[in-house]
């Protein structure tokens, strides 16, 4: 016989303050075995039969805890680092602790995304409140059957002891504790201006999970294949679909034939979507911008319907197509020469104004301007778009891997004009994100298929799909300006031309504002038709390359060392008292200082180049050092240094994967990487021909920490841009010449590849 007991534990009160979480927490158990004086550590948390959860925690008979992560894991290390953060305040030993993703839940969550690096920023205190408010409870319901004052107990490790040193654990006063929270919850109800008291939350010094190395909760299944990711998610019944989309942008479907198609082995049905679509674009008036950001698609699209995904794939290429121009074709050549008319034109916003820049250009013995270029950019997601959809009378039931759960449903529910309600959106692990799938687009694509065959479907693109009709990193030049008198940087423009947006509003409050006293940022844009969206460290991903480099090249005109002049500028920005400016000055600082005595910066060896560059975005700060050498013709990075203040790290181990990973995901794509397009067709469709770091070419990378107090800030982003930064100058001082165009590769010279490799 169990006796099982469910109470609303609301969080009304901390949502006054918190962006972040909502709702309730639902905490159940069984009366014979929470009483138990023992339990026996399973062996596998997952196996035990929880009862009765909310949106962040359930408790096993055997009182063990499962805790939800509310946010999409895209590779961020969130799954692991959301529920550290929550069993660190409510106190129980993380092998206790079973970790689950969550499904969307607009009720007990709010922004539930991934993307900006602001998962465990934005979450931080709402998490830790989450954890010490249960543990709270518990400890009053301890308190009351001892009939002592809560003062008097404490909670460790599950268990709640009193200062008579009696011991209950968590299990045996669920209970009671449930009684007193509804209690609670009535007294506030009928009292609208009372205001819970918050839970006390703990010192840092006395964090036992925090700060310390937890392996990643899904690592066992990624090593070893088991289902996790969004294509490995099958559902009985469920059929395959292949989507035929236009062959390049500006183009629309007129007409098919799928004779041939229908005839291959396995084909179920070839059937066309894109009207449900159409519909979304003219009802909610969407600017043409959104389109081409590959929010929506103005085009229909063939769909092949098939038992197994390839025999849908191998359909597709028998489908016979015709399309028709919708809108003129585009190609790299066409985006070069528009955007460089855009940086001497005169069509710009202004940003940022500080002081005078004209007239500090005038006034200048010298004037340095240089102009920085960077293409187009993939995703190369792992894992191809994909998404599973079953669209019934009564329900829509969606399963894949999404940044934005929330904006996807939502695009779902006004697609098949359907109560959000009716949208149940599960979200699995994805194989890379940066910024790809913040965009709903194949979830929607997925949903109109099964509406349409009303059948449980998965939708799975190919790597030539994804790579030919995806959404990219927009192409963007930057025209940098300076002026120099008695020996000191006077003024400092910066003009930015991009594809189909401008840079983030706050980039412009980034350094050098505050420590130049003329500084001034202009933006302007192309709308393109080639869809364009958010990739990792969207626009300082290159901005930091430029930004750097064009003050190095400065230092070298002013014949200055090149940190002591960041440095310098930095102790002028840190007495600037403008709030409009984002970043502290001193945590910029505290990196360099870091980064130069970890890798002995000014000890020269022969043929080794080293490169610093220092950059604050996605509020946190990152210097780093690397250390180029040249084989031949070849440049091969071969050591990073990295120093980053982000705060509190949360989980060390999951820091310094997402630091390492974004230093060389920032060295390869602006060594290697390329795209281009030709009359609205991409030039690169795999692999093959697009390149990527290989692993021998990955450097070895150290990883420091400023350690302090500050609330973490994230790190899915920051360490990317100053890499590529960081390689650039190593590279001028190797080759003599400073490559302002990327990638690298392929824009340096051949007469200056050899000219100083001894020196």
Request: aromatic share 8%.
């Amino acid at each position: 016989m169990q006796k099982k007991v469910e109470m609303d534990f609301s969080r009304r009160d901390f949502l006054r303050t918190s962006s972040l979480v909502g709702g309730g927490m639902l905490i159940g158990f069984n009366f014979f075995t929470a009483c138990k004086p023992e339990a026996t550590m399973p062996v596998d948390l997952a196996s035990l039969d929880y009862n009765d959860f909310n949106a962040f925690i359930k408790i096993s008979d055997e009182g063990m805890v499962t805790i939800f992560s509310p946010n999409p894991e895209i590779g961020q290390g969130i799954k692991t680092a959301i529920p550290m953060i929550i069993a660190e305040e409510l106190d129980v030993p993380w092998q206790h602790v079973n970790v689950v993703q969550g499904a969307l839940d607009t009720k007990n969550y709010v922004r539930q995304s991934a993307g900006g690096s602001r998962a465990i920023r934005l979450g931080w205190s709402s998490f830790r409140e989450t954890g010490a408010l249960a543990k709270q409870i518990l400890i009053n319901a301890a308190a009351k059957r001892w009939g002592i004052d809560p003062v008097h107990c404490t909670a460790k490790q599950g268990e709640i002891i009193n200062n008579r040193g009696e011991v209950l654990n968590y299990g045996q006063v669920v209970n009671e504790a449930a009684l007193l929270e509804q209690e609670r919850t009535k007294k506030e109800e009928n009292d609208k201006n009372a205001i819970a008291k918050r839970p006390v939350l703990k010192n840092p010094k006395d964090f036992t999970i925090i700060g310390k190395a937890v392996t990643n909760v899904d690592v066992d299944k990624i090593v070893t294949g088991k289902p996790l990711y969004g294509i490995d998610f099958v559902s009985p019944g469920m059929v395959y679909a292949s989507v035929l989309r236009p062959p390049a942008f500006g183009k629309v479907l007129k007409s098919f034939d799928d004779e041939e198609a229908k005839k291959m082995s396995g084909v179920i049905d070839v059937i066309r979507i894109g009207e449900k679509t159409q519909k979304i674009i003219e009802g909610l008036e969407i600017p043409n911008v959104l389109l081409t950001k590959g929010v929506l698609n103005k085009s229909d699209k063939v769909v092949v319907i098939a038992k197994s995904i390839w025999e849908a794939m191998n359909a597709k290429k028998r489908i016979k197509a015709v399309w028709v121009d919708d809108t003129p074709s585009e190609s790299t050549e066409d985006h070069d020469e528009i955007l460089l008319k855009l940086l001497s034109g005169s069509k710009f916003e202004t940003r940022r104004k500080d002081g005078d820049i004209q007239e500090a250009f005038k006034n200048a013995d010298k004037i340095l301007e240089r102009t920085y270029e960077s293409p187009f950019l993939p995703h190369n997601c792992m894992e191809p778009m994909n998404f599973y959809a079953d669209v019934t009378d009564s329900k829509v039931h969606l399963v894949g891997p999404t940044q934005t759960p929330g904006w996807a449903a939502d695009l779902v529910a006004q697609l098949l004009n359907r109560d959000l309600k009716e949208i149940e959106l599960q979200i699995t692990r994805a194989g890379g994100g940066f910024g790809r799938r913040l965009f709903g687009d194949y979830v929607l694509e997925a949903a109109e298929i099964s509406d349409k065959i009303r059948r449980p479907v998965k939708m799975i693109s190919s790597r030539e799909d994804d790579m030919l009709t995806g959404t990219y990193r927009p192409a963007i030049k930057y025209r940098f300006k300076a002026s120099i008198k008695d020996g000191e940087i006077t003024g400092y423009h910066i003009k930015e031309a991009a594809i189909n947006g401008t840079m983030h509003p706050t980039i412009p409050h980034f350094f050098p504002a505050g420590a130049i006293e003329n500084y001034q940022v202009d933006v302007a844009y192309y709308q393109s038709n080639i869809s364009t969206g958010q990739w990792r460290a969207p626009h300082t991903n290159f901005l930091a390359f430029a930004d750097q480099n064009f003050f190095d090249e400065l230092a070298e005109i002013l014949e200055k060392d090149p940190v002591e002049m960041r440095l310098n500028m930095l102790k002028r920005a840190a007495k600037n008292t403008d709030e409009t400016i984002k970043y502290s000055a001193e945590r910029l600082k505290g990196t360099i200082d870091l980064v130069v005595e970890k890798s002995d910066y000014y000890t020269t060896k022969k043929g080794v180049y080293k490169g610093l560059a220092a950059y604050y975005c996605h509020n946190t700060y990152v210097s780093e050092v690397v250390e180029l050498t040249m084989e031949g013709s070849v440049p091969k990075v071969k050591k990073v240094y990295v120093a980053v203040d982000c705060g509190i790290v949360v989980n060390p181990l999951g820091a310094k994967n997402q630091i390492e990973g974004g230093v060389i995901d920032g060295i390869g794509h602006s060594m290697y990487a390329d795209f281009g397009f030709k009359n609205g067709v991409p030039l690169n469709s795999n692999f093959d021909s697009y390149r990527l770091i290989r692993m021998k070419e990955a450097p070895e990378v150290e990883t420091y920490f400023v350690e302090n107090n500050f609330n973490p800030s994230g790190l899915g982003e920051p360490s990317l841009p100053p890499a590529g930064a960081a390689v650039g100058i190593a590279l001028k001082k190797a080759i003599g010449n400073r490559t302002m165009k990327q990638p690298l590769i392929g824009h340096i010279p051949a007469n200056k590849l050899t000219d100083r490799q001894d020196s």
